[in-house]
């Protein structure tokens, strides 16, 4: 039934209590996991000062490094439990980067854990549940993660 799973993630380790369940449905269906995570760009500062603009590029190579050793990390957990694995960093609106990396993979679910929010929260902070939940064209495997 799921042969490919895409599993976002943002480092928290609310965001890995997904983790157990995508390992469960990977040696049930015998799928690959494709880890992502969405690095959001740094803002840019139009400034005459050459300094400013190599600090943000630093910044921004910094969090790539940053989010590639820790989906490594993360994958090498996975292989060590014989569980294919593929990583993917992305740049972006999260909702977007997560929607657009489901349909190019051609993955059969995407499997993420969410905080739960309801209500003035989530208006105030926006969800990336909600957005994944109304633009994505697979199937959605959500779990509430509280108190990570």
Same mark, same amino acid.
């Not at 690959?32 to 840019?44: A, H, L, N, T």
């Not at 439990?81 to 349909?103: F, M, Q, W, Y």
């Not at 003035?120 to 064209?137: F, N």
């Given at each position: 039934?799921? +042969? +490919?799973?895409?599993?976002?993630?943002? /480092?928290? $380790?609310?965001?890995? !209590?997904?983790? @157990?369940?995508?390992?469960?449905?990977?040696?049930?269906?015998?799928? *690959?996991?494709?880890? %992502?995570?969405?690095?959001? @760009?740094?803002?840019?500062? %139009?400034?005459?000062?050459? *300094?400013?603009?190599? %600090?943000?590029?630093?910044?921004? !190579?910094?969090? #790539? #490094?940053? $989010? &590639? *050793?820790?989906? $490594?990390?993360? $994958?090498?957990?996975?292989?060590? +439990? +014989?569980?294919?694995?593929?990583?993917?960093?992305?740049? /972006? @609106?999260?909702?977007?980067?997560?929607?657009?990396?489901?349909?190019?993979?051609?993955?059969?679910?995407?499997?993420?854990?969410?905080?739960? &929010? /309801?209500?003035? *929260? &989530? %208006?105030?902070?926006?969800?990336?549940?909600?957005?994944?939940?109304?633009?994505?064209?697979?199937?959605?495997?959500?779990?509430?993660? &509280? #108190?990570?």
């Amino acid at each position: 039934m799921y +042969k +490919k799973i895409l599993v976002p993630l943002d /480092g928290s $380790a609310r965001a890995e !209590k997904i983790l @157990p369940h995508v390992e469960e449905l990977a040696h049930c269906y015998g799928a *690959s996991v494709v880890f %992502m995570e969405v690095v959001e @760009p740094v803002p840019v500062v %139009m400034d005459s000062h050459e *300094s400013v603009i190599t %600090m943000q590029l630093d910044e921004m !190579k910094f969090r #790539d #490094d940053e $989010a &590639r *050793s820790y989906l $490594a990390a993360r $994958a090498g957990e996975f292989t060590a +439990k +014989k569980i294919t694995v593929s990583t993917r960093i992305l740049h /972006g @609106p999260v909702v977007e980067a997560i929607c657009d990396i489901a349909n190019t993979e051609h993955v059969d679910l995407v499997a993420m854990a969410s905080h739960g &929010r /309801g209500g003035l *929260s &989530r %208006m105030v902070y926006g969800s990336v549940a909600e957005g994944v939940l109304q633009h994505l064209e697979q199937p959605l495997l959500l779990i509430r993660a &509280r #108190d990570a």
